[in-house]
């Protein structure tokens, strides 16, 4: 597997951020049993991984836009490269000790992404892709799962908590697919779950109310590895929209079929 230049810039600073955050999910174990527990302390772990991705980015092209989770966006002199970061996506695995977290940093060129990685510093699983160049977990070559059916398929999805708006309608889809598919799975982490599509570890994967950062990276992973990804419209929209669905070419209309059926008659 040969990376370019840019792609080892993104997997140097992804390890390095990774990392921090493996040190500081030893310490957020040890505030676990505290009564105010580790949550600024997270915090503080989110802002340094951060810090060194976007350090380690900026140093090597300093002329390239930045947009993380924690900072305010940077636009650069080259309108036509952007970096989308997130340092924690799965911050609330983080906060309870589950290590089920990721760094994630994809490349932008004039609107698309073209590059990507998803490091998990907890499982040392490094996910890479980069316009056509296929998509990689460490050194293996990745490709979606080939099942046809839902019935033989485990779905990945995101569900919504307190604060978000969304309930009633996750209910719904949910209603929908877990009558269709053999299970359904929830990681906490979008960069992850878009991972594990590509990995051929699920078979598909829907969330919404999601953000350009926390998926980014993902969309390529899996487009790389031979599969599909929509916003829930059907469209191609999803760093807008903030919603995914994703599977192999069989799996991913299903899916969006099923999400968008309509409340049944009582
Ligand atoms: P985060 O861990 O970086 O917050 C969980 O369903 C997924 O949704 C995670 O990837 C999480 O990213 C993302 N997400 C986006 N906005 C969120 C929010 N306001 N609260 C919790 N998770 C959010
Ligand atoms: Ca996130």
Known sequence: MARSALLNVMVQAALKAGKSLARDFGEVQNLQVSVKGPGDFVSQADFRAEKIVKEELLKARPTY???GEEGEEIIGTDGSH???VDP?????NFLHGIPQFAVSIALERNGEVVAGVVFNPATDELFTAERGGGAFLN???LRVAARKTLSD????CGIPHLGKSNHGKFLLELRHVMGEVSGVRRIGS???DLAYVAAGRFDGF???HLNAWDIAAGLILIREAGGFTSDTDGGTDMLSTGTVVAGNEYIQKALLEVIGRPVPKA
Do not use: H, K, S
């Open 65 to 67: 836009g930045f947009l």
């Open 82 to 84: 952007r970096w989308l």
């Open 206 to 208: 829907w969330e919404t």
């Open 153 to 156: 398929c485990v779905i990945g």
């Open 88 to 92: 924690l996506d799965g911050t609330t």
């Open 190 to 192: 979008a960069a992850l």
């Open 139 to 141: 050194d293996r070559r």
